[in-house]
């Protein structure tokens, strides 16, 4: 799973912070300095949550699970990753919908919840489409996903 998102966090005006926060989150990423991590994103949640952004919104708190996800807190990644999901489904954005069930995938897979995995990682692939691929070719290599793949059922998917 690449913790690193594409997107950027400058919002005009309204939240000038956010640009320098943008730039403190590239560095930490690069670091792999992930509990500095969490606590900028959850900075940046304090601001935009005001905003009523759903994409901005969703697209943290799915960062903000990756980041949960590689310090161990497991729990809170999924938390967060399934309110991302929730403000971005609306959306119809199929690459983030695709990109928040792999790491849903991920987070289940790290728990131990192979089915829940599965399940998950079902919903990347069901279309057939560029998307499903890329996630398809991440999941033969992604280290959070290495017991799912010793499953069988997960294994098929590929």
């Not at 967060?80 to 954005?93: M, V, W």
Request: hydrophobic letters at 35%; glycine letters at 4%.
């Amino acid at each position: 799973m690449d913790p690193i998102y594409k997107g950027d966090f400058y919002i005009k005006n309204q939240y000038a912070d956010l640009y320098k926060r943008n730039r403190i989150i590239k560095k930490l990423e690069v670091e792999r300095n992930y509990k500095a991590l969490v606590k900028e994103y959850n900075s940046i949640l304090n601001i935009i949550e005001k905003s009523n952004d759903a994409l901005k919104l969703g697209i943290t708190y799915n960062l903000l699970g990756v980041a949960l996800s590689y310090i161990g807190d497991v729990e809170n990644a999924i938390k967060n990753a399934k309110k991302s999901l929730i403000l971005i489904e609306p959306l119809d954005d199929k690459f983030l919908i695709a990109e928040i069930n792999y790491n849903l995938a991920c987070f289940y897979c790290l728990k131990g919840s192979k089915q829940e995995a599965i399940n998950y990682f079902q919903k990347v692939i069901r279309n057939d489409n560029e998307f499903s691929k890329f996630f398809k070719e991440s999941a033969k290599k992604d280290p959070q996903l290495e017991e799912c793949r010793k499953n069988p059922d997960f294994f098929k998917l590929l």
